[in-house]
């Protein structure tokens, strides 16, 4: 294969993913904790949509946004993670260039789109709560779906300009991506091109999508909390809580792994090259495996489902 610094522009057909380049020797022990959290983020999120399906009492609105939260979920997992399982059992590293592609796109768009769902799920709590008797006029079912045509059209859209700037680099000899999956930096770096565009528009495409939905997360609460601490009804303050508790355990979880993932891309010459990568692809497993089980376990409505789902499978 010619060198990448001869900057010959061979065409390229089809991309080389090489997981953890330093550590590939225990790619297969990892593979059984990530099967492990696949098949229960996969088993999880059916059995939630499922019984949302199938349970008249949870076909309301808040159920409604969180089974967009679990489809995104269920996309976002089978995009990434049966191409890791395929390298790290059957060594399948080739990807083709058109795949590669939409993989980065799918995974760009469908991370913000998980971010604004949680943005209209805040919104859906603080109608709940600071304006109750509004709350049927307000969250509707023509809500929900007009919601959700604007999480899926505004980071779709948005997003979308990330892998076509990237797919119409040139790109070098060099066909070899030090990644598990095509995330945009990984990939454009192999381009002979000056790429500095590239990587300011995801960045500032990411940061105004992501940022903005995380200040209108910050607002809600804010105004839900102010109205809890007026509240002087016994037992109504854990009651209004408990109501936006799951919700709040969720963006937690998907806050935190995205937020020590940027810490640790940031600190990338001071970390193994290895641990940003692991934790990418645990982004795309641990949120989607614990949003139905926070759910399931804090709300009394999808347990009473979940088991009614289980006597009829009797």
Known sequence: MASSSNHSTVPISEFLLICFPNFQSWQHWLSLPLSF?????????TTLLITIWLEAALHQPMYYLLSLLSLLDIVLCLTVIPKVLAIFWFDVRSISFSACFLQM????????????????????????????????????????????????????????????????LKYCAENIINNCICTNLSVSKLSCEDITFNR???????????????????????????????????????????????????????????????????????????IPI?????????????????????????????????????
């Open 278 to 314: 692991l934790l990418n692809i645990l982004h795309h497993l641990i949120p989607p495996a614990l949003n139905p089980i926070v759910y399931g376990v804090r709300t009394k409505e999808i347990k009473q489902g979940i088991q009614n789902l289980l006597k009829k499978l009797r």
């Open 200 to 274: 300011l528009y995801q960045f500032v495409a990411g940061w105004t999508l992501l940022g903005s939905d995380l200040i209108l997360i910050v607002l809600s609460y804010s105004f839900i909390l102010k109205v809890v601490l007026r509240i002087k009804a016994e037992g109504a303050v854990a009651k209004a809580l408990n109501t936006c508790g799951s919700h709040f355990i969720l963006i937690l979880f998907f806050s935190t792994v995205l937020l020590v993932l940027v810490i640790t891309n940031l600190a990338r010459k001071r970390i193994p090259p290895d």
């Open 37 to 45: 959290l696949f098949l229960l983020a996969m088993g999880a999120n």
């Open 105 to 168: 796109f799918i995974m760009n768009s469908f991370l913000t789109m998980e971010s604004c769902t949680f943005m209209v799920m805040a919104y859906d709590r603080y109608v709940a709560i600071c304006h109750p008797l509004r709350y049927p006029s307000i969250i509707t079912e023509q809500f929900v779906v007009r919601a959700a045509i604007f999480v899926i059209s505004r980071n779709a859209l948005i997003s979308l300009p990330v892998p076509i700037l990237s797919s119409r």
